[in-house]
């Protein structure tokens, strides 16, 4: 099945892993055999390659880079231009890609129509899609910096990450969007481009909804009620993104999947971490909207780690072709299958760039 993946990080793992995302998944690992400086060294998921093995055509791929003040202990950069620069960094390496064949870029809707009905031939070697997301807004030194990035092809953004964040409070903090938050969604709004509601902590959460009237999806997101921790919606912001029409793609890693991970020691295999945890995301989503029509598929298999805390029955992206029937043995329909795999978020862009 052609698969459509709302959340990888792959000119974060480029520029800042330095790894070479046109080689086999195999290469890569054996590259970085023996290095430690991340914990997923020879243990990555994610290549051009490996997609192109799992028909997964068409991504949502990131910018991302966090400005984090001097009392902020988190990784980040310690100015806003920074920032900046390293998202421009990120984006020469997706027009790099381009340049070289390997992926093009989707900016609006005669783009994705022709880039879906190439990946309907025969030809090998198709180029993976890629619609350009910011993960977190820090970089956005004022609203000129974000039309910029509008021409350069951003099409969706979310206001924080983790933490406290200029525009928006993240993962792990709590606090709302301010003045400078609300005329970010003004701007966003204005551009029409899409909200990622992924990270905002519940206040800000809460405050966004309250002012922003565009369109809004969750790029990678599970379900509170299944593992409870902020970075989970809860059932209530769940509905509150089914009532806008948003899709929420479930993501993968392993501590979202189960509770009480402990990062650096626990093992999907002995967390009992499989693709069914995925499928139980997914039908609770579906429970709570009625239908089969929000939810869809964010990896973030590329999103800091790999192997080491990713469901035990994958070994690369490609296995994502397993999911279709996990789906159909617990009684989802082919036409089911294939808006949770495609369509969910292929026919949320036809109307939202139509």
């Known amino acids: 099945m052609f698969i459509f993946d709302a959340h990888l990080d792959l000119s974060m793992n480029a520029m800042e892993w330095n790894r070479d995302l046109t080689l086999a998944v195999p290469e890569i690992r054996e590259r970085e055999a023996g290095k430690t400086d991340k914990p997923d060294r020879g243990k990555n998921m994610v290549s051009l390659p490996a997609m192109r093995e799992g028909n997964i055509g068409l991504c949502v791929a990131t910018q991302i880079a966090r400005y984090v003040k001097k009392e902020n202990r988190l990784p980040g950069w310690h100015s806003q231009h920074q920032a900046w620069a390293q998202t421009q960094g990120q984006l020469a390496w997706y027009k790099s890609m381009e340049k070289a064949c390997e992926m093009v870029q989707i900016k609006n809707l005669n783009d994705m129509e022709s880039h879906l009905?190439?990946?309907?031939?025969?030809?090998?070697?198709?180029?993976?899609?890629?619609?350009?997301?910011?993960?977190?807004?820090?970089?956005?030194?004022?609203?000129?910096?974000?039309?910029?990035?509008?021409?350069?092809?951003?099409?969706?953004?979310?206001?924080?990450?983790?933490?406290?964040?200029?525009?928006?409070?993240?993962?792990?903090?709590?606090?709302?969007i301010g003045a400078k938050g609300k005329e970010l969604l003004k701007k966003i709004e204005e551009l029409n481009l899409i909200l990622d509601a992924t990270h905002l902590c519940d206040m800000s959460f809460w405050e966004s909804m309250k002012v922003y009237n565009g369109p809004v999806w969750a790029s990678h997101n599970n379900c509170r009620k299944l593992v409870d921790h902020n970075r989970q919606f809860s059932d209530e912001q769940i509905k509150e993104l089914i009532q806008r029409k948003a899709v929420i793609g479930v993501v993968l890693d392993a501590w979202m999947m189960v509770p009480n991970w402990v990062r650096g020691k626990s093992t999907p295999k002995d967390m009992g971490v499989t693709l069914e945890i995925m499928i139980d995301n997914i039908d609770h989503i579906c429970q709570l909207a009625g239908n089969t029509d929000h939810v869809g598929i964010g990896t973030d298999l590329d999103g800091g780690y790999g192997l080491e805390q990713s469901p035990a029955d994958m070994d690369t992206i490609a296995d994502l072709q397993k999911v279709p029937d996990l789906l159909k043995k617990r009684g989802y329909s082919q036409t089911d299958i294939d808006k949770i795999m495609n369509l969910n978020f292929l026919n949320f862009l036809r109307r939202v760039w139509a």
Not at 126 to 148: C, T, W
């Open 117 to 176: 009905a190439l990946w309907q031939t025969d030809q090998s070697n198709k180029p993976i899609g890629f619609i350009l997301s910011l993960e977190g807004a820090d970089s956005i030194v004022d609203l000129d910096y974000l039309e910029q990035s509008y021409e350069s092809g951003l099409r969706a953004i979310g206001p924080a990450h983790y933490g406290p964040g200029v525009y928006a409070y993240g993962t792990d903090s709590v606090g709302g």
